[in-house]
């Protein structure tokens, strides 16, 4: 068998009357009694006794077409916003002071709002958040505090590109009279 295939499910009936199906995903054997693994509610064997092996070929179908779905994995894909949604709600759950989770909060909800309109999250778009300071000092924490969201969330797979923007140097003024 190749290492990225699927039996088709079969019912099996175990000798105390519990059916199940029985499977091999990528050489590696399943048995499932409910739906539960595929975020089904179907549970053949809490059916009577005539319903049960019904239900559960039912339930064969449903992981069979799963799995053909979600390209032979029980990961179900997720799109860049349900992804950016975990990744940013994982991040903000760390412990954070009230202030420095306010700041990222604002942050990843103007990064959100980009995401819904555009697609994606582009460099300028980054670029353009931290480019509207033109104090040194809310310049450099805006583009500190951003950093972080943009480089957890490219860390954990979220597809984007890292802004390139360096930090402002405070200019000193000398005044002689």
Known sequence: MPN?????PKVCKRKDGKYYVDFKLSNKRYRMFSGAKISSSLSPNSYPAKLKRPKTELLAR?????????????????????LFDSLISSKLSEPLSATYYKTLKDLSEKLSCELISKGEISTRFLDGIVLRHKNNTSYNTTRR????????????????HKSKLKTKSRSRYCISQ
Not at 4 to 8: A, G, K, Q, V
């Open 4 to 8: 990225n295939s699927l039996s088709y």
């Open 62 to 82: 449903e992981v069979y077409n799963y799995l053909v779905r979600n390209n032979y994995s029980f990961k179900k894909k997720l799109n860049s916003k349900e």
């Open 145 to 160: 505090h951003l950093n972080i969201l943009v480089n957890y969330l490219y860390d954990n797979g979220f597809p984007m």
